[in-house]
């Protein structure tokens, strides 16, 4: 089984599940008034306040994933906001192929951070390793889209399944995907691949691309917008980049206003 060290603790996926077992069995008297069975009679009772259960116990994972990971910065925030105005201007473009209502980007919003949860599972020397991956490394890296979908699929269980938790999941298990069939892990193509990961997936390249890493310098905005209206029926949904294209200068304000550094807002204001 795979372990990965994060600081004093050891996790490994197959714990996932007992890892949370042991904290639901632990809460014999919640903040010291109501016992377990209390909790879980209201849980049950309001769908909603499970709802933010569960996305409180994902995103307490996904913080752990951006402590280990020191290129993350506000690259989490950055994607959230960009498939927000994303799915509402592809909305606007064309209603009769993409139902992409409030409600849909409500969740969208919320299941964004957590694209890449599966890279707590990612060992630290493959993950923080300086310049870039060999083969091997990379191979391993691309499963933490595989064991994302482990790790979602498995709060199912404990908590049950809803929407948020549904969408999470298409996300992180289908993002790396492409539209001409090239992508990971299954090499799906066109509209095989859900909507969640074709939108999430120009969120994700365009702030890699505008990001300074490793192995690569930042590159501009417009060398930016330029690689994704290239990656059009390649990599990307050719509607959705349309999408994209119309609205490339939210993507840059909003890359702006959660700039890691000075120097980033530069490389962004460059023409």
């Known amino acids: 089984m795979e372990r990965v060290e994060l600081n004093q603790f050891s996790f490994g996926l197959p714990s996932v599940s007992k890892f949370f077992s ?3 069995k632990s809460m014999k008297k919640p903040l010291g008034i109501i016992d377990s069975f209390v909790l879980e009679e209201r849980l049950l009772k309001k769908p909603a306040q499970l709802i933010k259960t569960q996305e409180a116990a994902l995103l307490g994972m996904a913080s752990m994933m951006r402590m280990r990971d020191l290129e993350t910065g506000y690259h989490i925030e950055r ?5 927000n105005v994303l799915a509402e201007e592809t909305q606007r473009l064309d209603k009769k192929h993409y139902k992409i209502g409030k409600n849909m980007r409500a969740l969208l919003y919320h299941s964004a951070p957590l694209h890449d949860i599966g890279k707590v ?9 300086s ?14 889209t595989e064991k994302g979908r ?12 809803n929407s948020f938790l549904q969408t999470t999941r298409e996300i992180a298990y289908s993002h790396h995907e492409k539209w001409d069939g090239s992508g990971y892990p299954l090499g799906l193509s066109e509209t095989k691949i859900p909507l969640s990961a074709r939108l999430m997936a ?3 390249v365009y702030d890699a691309l505008i990001s300074k890493r490793s192995y690569k310098e930042a590159f501009s905005h417009r060398d930016s917008v330029e ?3 290239q990656g059009a029926s390649v990599h990307f949904d050719p509607t959705l980049v349309d999408a994209f294209l119309h609205i490339r200068d939210h993507f840059r304000q909003i890359a702006d206003r959660f700039a890691n550094n000075r120097m980033q807002q530069q490389v962004l204001l460059a023409a």
């Open 227 to 229: 690689i994704i209206e």
């Open 121 to 129: 599972a990612i060992p630290d020397e493959i993950l923080r390793k």
């Open 79 to 83: 994607t959230q906001s960009y498939m």
């Open 131 to 144: 310049g870039l991956l060999n083969s091997c490394e990379r191979a391993i890296m691309e499963t933490h």
């Open 150 to 161: 482990s790790i979602i699929q498995e709060v199912e269980e404990i908590l049950g399944t």
């Open 202 to 204: 120009i969120a994700d």
């Open 22 to 24: 042991n904290r639901v």
